[in-house]
């Protein structure tokens, strides 16, 4: 989910989290990877050791890319340096001279052979090299620009993390395929803007985010104070608490549910992309909070509550008016368009049904 958080909100975040006093609730938090913000940082591997170097070895000698070299040793590869044809093989070879450890030399010198005879290479011998790489936090893919086996192999992507198939499905797509979850280690670009990445089998749900709204919907049960704190990138409004306590049946439930709302959510976007080449933002976040309402009623409506507080223009915020206006419209309820806070107050088989009905109707125009 797409967030507004100004800088100001890492701050609340940080000082919210130290008021966090009871062990049960820390526990609870740190004994999930995908949620713990400080499992997250540790787990930032640090680029210097031997896979990360590896890694950005890879990157240098199929990308021509020295970025990840030099972020170990500032100036490996000069700007000189870069000036001169075939600089990344050079730069590669003195690598593989470098390696004292045999099992990663075996590894460098395939890698090698990958680059300079892809003719050797089919794809079932291409796929075995991504599983192996894949057990060194080394995600890639290698792919040709034509069918030729002697035309040069190329990288469609190279991340050095870790990947976990996302075992939750969509509860109202009726399609099955394996998704999973990027982990980087290190900072990218791409995963910094968005949750969406540009791969079909892959999604980034950030675990810092995770951990926020796991502690927010934590604290508004206990019955802490939540107000400077921001849930998926709103104060959190009366509205939220409301429907964050009716939204879990008890305190053990919420880092499941919340884990399944960013998995559904992203799940959304990407079979959308994936299956109906689909890239529309207002209708892409309605059949996403849809699907979240659909899941846990209350928990989704806190979601479009937050996107209410968007600004006007914001696609999230336009998304829930849109869903606003559907269930006002089909229930008789025109007030609900005026008076916002009254949709909090449906059954949540009511809200389901809603959900659901709206769903139905955006799927079927994107089959149009």
């Known amino acids: 989910m797409k967030r507004k958080y100004l800088t100001i909100t890492v701050i609340f975040l940080l000082a919210a989290v130290m008021c966090l006093a009871p062990s049960v609730l820390m526990a609870d938090i740190h004994g999930n990877e995908h949620i713990s913000a400080?499992?997250?940082?540790?787990?930032?591997?640090?680029?210097?050791?031997?896979?990360?170097?590896?890694?950005?070895?890879?990157?240098?000698?199929?990308?021509?890319?020295?970025?990840?070299?030099?972020?170990?040793?500032?100036?490996?590869?000069?700007?000189?340096?870069?000036?001169?044809?075939?600089?990344?093989?050079?730069?590669?070879?003195?690598?593989?001279?470098?390696?004292?450890?045999?099992?990663?030399?075996?590894?460098?010198?395939?890698?090698?052979?990958?680059?300079?005879?892809?003719?050797?290479?089919?794809?079932?011998?291409?796929?075995?090299?991504?599983?192996?790489?894949?057990?060194?936090?080394?995600?890639?893919?290698?792919?040709?620009?034509?069918?030729?086996?002697?035309?040069?192999?190329?990288?469609?992507?190279?991340?050095?993390?870790?990947?976990?198939?996302?075992?939750?499905?969509?509860?109202?797509?009726?399609?099955?395929?394996?998704?999973?979850?990027?982990?980087?280690?290190?900072?990218?670009?791409?995963?910094?803007?968005?949750?969406?990445?540009?791969?079909?089998d892959m999604v980034y749900i950030n675990p810092e985010e995770v951990y926020n709204d796991l502690v927010i919907a934590k604290r508004v049960m206990m019955g802490k104070n939540v107000d400077s704190m921001f849930f998926v990138g709103s104060r959190v409004t009366e509205d939220i608490k409301y429907c964050l306590r009716r939204a879990f049946p008890n305190i053990l439930s919420i880092k499941r549910e919340i884990w399944k709302m960013f998995v559904v959510h992203e799940l959304t976007h990407k079979i959308l992309n994936n299956h109906y080449n689909y890239y529309d933002q207002i209708s892409g976040e309605e059949l996403a909070l849809c699907s979240t309402i659909y899941l846990n009623p209350y928990l989704g409506l806190s979601v479009l509550y937050s996107y209410l507080d968007y600004s006007v223009t914001n696609p999230h915020r336009n998304a829930a008016l849109n869903i606003i206006r559907y269930i006002a419209e089909v229930s008789d309820k025109e007030n609900l368009v005026e008076y916002q806070s009254l949709l909090k107050y449906m059954p949540a088989g009511m809200l389901t049904k809603f959900a659901k009905d709206r769903f139905d109707i955006l799927l079927r125009n994107l089959n149009r």
């Open 38 to 200: 400080s499992g997250y940082h540790l787990n930032l591997i640090n680029i210097r050791n031997t896979n990360g170097k590896f890694y950005a070895y890879i990157v240098l000698l199929f990308n021509e890319n020295p970025h990840f070299v030099n972020l170990i040793q500032e100036g490996t590869v000069s700007l000189k340096e870069m000036q001169k044809e075939g600089f990344h093989v050079v730069a590669y070879r003195n690598y593989l001279k470098s390696l004292n450890n045999q099992q990663y030399k075996k590894f460098a010198d395939l890698m090698f052979d990958v680059y300079l005879y892809p003719e050797k290479f089919n794809r079932r011998k291409l796929k075995t090299i991504e599983k192996k790489l894949e057990r060194k936090n080394i995600i890639l893919r290698f792919s040709r620009s034509s069918r030729r086996q002697s035309e040069k192999i190329i990288l469609d992507y190279c991340i050095f993390g870790k990947k976990e198939l996302l075992s939750i499905a969509h509860p109202l797509f009726q399609k099955k395929e394996k998704i999973y979850n990027i982990q980087p280690f290190i900072y990218y670009d791409e995963f910094s803007t968005s949750n969406s990445t540009f791969y079909f």
